[in-house]
C-alpha cells in the first residue's frame, strides 16, 4: 500500500542552524501539509500547499519556515534558523483530492532536537 | 480550537468492543466527522469518516446521531494494538468554501486496551 515517507527520522541541530525536513507523499496526491507536535501536546497545522503555492499557514509558520516542492515527488520544510522550541515531531501528510479521496494519510515523522 | 469534545481517557478490555463517544455540537450541514488515532509518536492514521449515515470499514464502525450532534467511534473487538489516542474531528469537504483540508486536532482520547 502506497505510503508518505520522511526523512531523516531524527534531525539533531544547534541552534541558530538552518535544517530541511523532507517529505515525499504519495505519488497522485495533490494536496501537501506539514504539522508538528511539542512533545507531550497535540497536533498542530504548520501549512498546506496545493498547486505549487502555499494555500493555507498558521500562526505557527512565521517567516522562518518555508516549504517547497523541489522537483514533483518531494515536499521539505525548511527552517531558516532553529530556536529550541522548534524541538518537535514534525509530520508530513497528504490528499489524492477530488474523486480520489479526501482521507489524509500521515509519513511517521521528524523527530528534531534543537539543542 | 477544536470543534468537539472527547473524554480524554478509557480503559477497553482485550476482544471487546471499544466506544469512543465524541460530542460536536455546534457541526454544520457541510462538515464531515473524521476520525484519526495516533499510537504513541507515530504519524496520526486515518480511520473512517461520515457525513450523517451509518459508517462501516475493515478498522472500525462510525455511528453518527440523526441530530448530527455527536458520534461514537466503535473498535469491535479491540486488541493491544489498537492502544491508542483517538481523536475526532470535524471539516468541510476539500476545497468546500476554500478548505483546504488541514486538520485541527484537539487532545483526543487515550484508549488503553488491556489484556
Known amino acids: 500500500e502506497p505510503e508518505v515517507t520522511q526523512t531523516p527520522s531524527h534531525q539533531v541541530t544547534q541552534m541558530g542552524q538552518e535544517v530541511i525536513l523532507r517529505c515525499v507523499p504519495i505519488?497522485?496526491?495533490?494536496?501537501f501539509y506539514w504539522y508538528r507536535q511539542i512533545l507531550g501536546q497535540k497536533v498542530e497545522f504548520l501549512v498546506s500547499?496545493?498547486?505549487?503555492?502555499?494555500?493555507?499557514k498558521s500562526e505557527i509558520f512565521d517567516d522562518q519556515f518555508s516549504v517547497e516542492r523541489p522537483d514533483g515527488s518531494n515536499f521539505t520544510l525548511k527552517i531558516r534558523s532553529t530556536k529550541l522550541e522548534d524541538s518537535a515531531m514534525y509530520f508530513c501528510?497528504?490528499?489524492?483530492?477530488?474523486?480520489?479521496?479526501?482521507?489524509?494519510?500521515f509519513g511517521p515523522g521528524t523527530r528534531l532536537t534543537v539543542l | 480550537d477544536a470543534k468537539t469534545t472527547q473524554p480524554p481517557s478509557m480503559d477497553c478490555a482485550e476482544g471487546r468492543a471499544a466506544n469512543l463517544p465524541c460530542n460536536h455540537s455546534?457541526?454544520?450541514?457541510?462538515?464531515?466527522v473524521y476520525w484519526y488515532r495516533q499510537i504513541h509518536s507515530q504519524g496520526p492514521q486515518y480511520i473512517i469518516h461520515?457525513?450523517?449515515n451509518n459508517e462501516t470499514n475493515e478498522m472500525a464502525s462510525l455511528i453518527i446521531t440523526e441530530d448530527r450532534k455527536s458520534s461514537t467511534l466503535i473498535l469491535p473487538h479491540a486488541t493491544l494494538r489498537d492502544t491508542a489516542v483517538y481523536y475526532c474531528?470535524?471539516?468541510?469537504?476539500?476545497?468546500?468554501?476554500?478548505?483546504?483540508?488541514?486538520?485541527?486536532f484537539g487532545k483526543g482520547t487515550k484508549l488503553s486496551v488491556k489484556p
Open positions: 461520515g457525513l450523517k
Open positions: 505519488s497522485n496526491h495533490l494536496y
Open positions: 501528510a497528504s490528499i489524492a483530492g477530488g474523486l480520489h479521496g479526501n482521507e489524509q494519510f
Open positions: 500547499f496545493y498547486n505549487n503555492e502555499i494555500s493555507e
Open positions: 474531528i470535524v471539516r468541510v469537504a476539500l476545497s468546500y468554501g476554500g478548505s483546504q483540508g488541514n486538520l485541527i
Open positions: 455546534t457541526i454544520s450541514g457541510n462538515e464531515y
